[in-house]
């Protein structure tokens, strides 16, 4: 019996050990899903990836398009009046033809001679445009078309430009991208020196733009629309001439777009009241940076149609004190109502902030090219029109 018994104890004790094979394939089976779980991840991952891609490619840019926020592509929105085509020579009797006997009669008097056109404020502001010579001064440029006058403004801790501007029609103000790029792709542009971009598009004077690539707010330009999402202040300068400020609170751009529109500037603030009255401006307002604050600053004046100012405020560079500490908002408001402005709208400054002169760079550099300008030339604007911008087609019937 006790060898039976051995038997048996050895038989039992063999299977113990089986477990220790089993725990080797398990580990090697977890080995194995482990891998398969990396390897799922990694499709989720990609997969995700794609959705979110495709989101703000294509889903957030329909919605974007279809909620009004911004245009899908260039939309010409307004042109200025052509100017009328000569009238046609009188009609010259055939040859061989007999001629109608006129019966006598008194002499006819002389014809009055046909209004000739000269734009839209040639005849108002006749006194400040030429018969066609330009007179230029170190400080002044006057021709048949422009006629503006610089004055460098100099106070205890205070530089300032000023360009007082007539112009007999609105061609003659317009605004440029940095590299001359309208194709729809308007915001790829690159920070350019200001006398660069003003030697391209022949501007006598020009001053920094709303540096429109840094914000998503409405840009339109020499009719052209480009974007519409509202972004704070707003000014609006019309074909005809006129110029408003609005809140991003007061502003339809339904009805802008309808009044037609030739610059938007999104940056801001507004300065100026309805009433040509300097506006006050407090810390924490949403459409005011630093209020109290003296920086550069480039801001844009109206008087009345065909009259505007570009202003050029000096300032520290980088801290150190170059004969101008700059202006605050307030400051340089009260400065617009005393040029006797009724509207005025401050564009990019610090930095940011140039002004050229006859295609020289005239201000501090503060080592920041400019994305954009406004400027005024002695030639008509050839704006920056992408071929895809079209008039919207009127609805039939």
């Known amino acids: 019996m006790d060898e039976l018994e051995k038997e048996v104890q050895e038989t039992v004790e063999v299977p113990a050990v089986k477990p220790v094979k089993k725990k080797k394939k398990k580990k090697r089976r977890k080995k194995h899903m482990r891998v398969g779980k990396m390897i799922l991840l990694d499709i989720l991952a990609i997969i995700v990836g794609l959705n979110v891609f495709a989101l703000f490619h294509h889903a957030l840019d329909y919605w974007d398009i279809h909620l ?63 018969e066609g010579e330009v007179i230029q ?4 440029y006057q021709s048949e078309n422009v006629y503006i006058t610089l004055e460098r403004v100099e106070k205890p801790g205070l530089i300032y430009f000023v360009a007082d501007v007539y112009i007999r029609d609105l061609k003659y103000l317009g605004t440029a991208f940095a590299t001359g790029e309208g194709n729809g792709e308007f ?34 330009r020499n009719g052209v629309l480009y974007s519409e999402t509202p972004y704070e202040d707003v000014c609006v300068l019309y074909t005809d ?50 209020v109290n604050v003296k920086n550069p600053r480039c801001a844009i004046g109206y008087y009345e149609p065909g009259h505007y100012c570009l202003v050029k405020v000096e300032g520290n560079r980088w801290g150190k ?67 895809a911008a079209e008039m919207p087609a009127e609805s039939e019937g």
């Open 137 to 140: 001064t170190e400080n002044s």
């Open 68 to 130: 009004g926020k911004k245009a899908p592509t260039p939309v010409v929105v307004a042109t200025l009046p052509p100017e009328p085509a000569e009238s046609a020579a009188p009609t010259e009797t055939p040859q061989g033809a007999e001629s109608t006997p006129e019966p006598d009669a008194e002499p006819t008097p002389e014809p009055t001679p046909e209004r000739v056109y000269t734009g839209m404020w040639g005849e108002k502001f006749a006194d400040k445009f030429t």
């Open 241 to 290: 001439g006129s110029m408003e400020t609005f809140t991003k609170d007061e502003l339809d751009i339904e009805a802008v777009k309808a009044a037609g529109p030739w610059q938007v500037w999104s940056f801001g603030p507004g300065l100026l009241d309805a009433e040509g009255h300097a506006k006050t401006f407090l810390d924490g307002q949403s459409n005011v940076l630093n």
């Open 321 to 387: 004190f170059i004969g101008s500490y700059g202006m605050t908002f307030s400051e340089m408001a009260s400065m617009f109502e005393e040029l006797g402005c009724v509207r005025a709208y401050a564009l990019d400054g610090g930095r940011s902030a140039a002004m050229s002169w006859l295609g020289e760079f005239l201000s501090t550099n503060y080592d920041r090219g400019s994305f954009d300008i406004v400027y005024i030339s002695d030639t008509p604007v050839v704006a920056d029109t992408p071929k």
């Open 187 to 220: 915001n790829v542009g690159t920070e350019v020196q200001i006398d660069k971009i003003a030697k391209r598009v022949n501007a006598i004077v020009a001053i920094n733009g709303d540096h429109y690539k840094l914000h998503s707010g409405i840009v339109l």
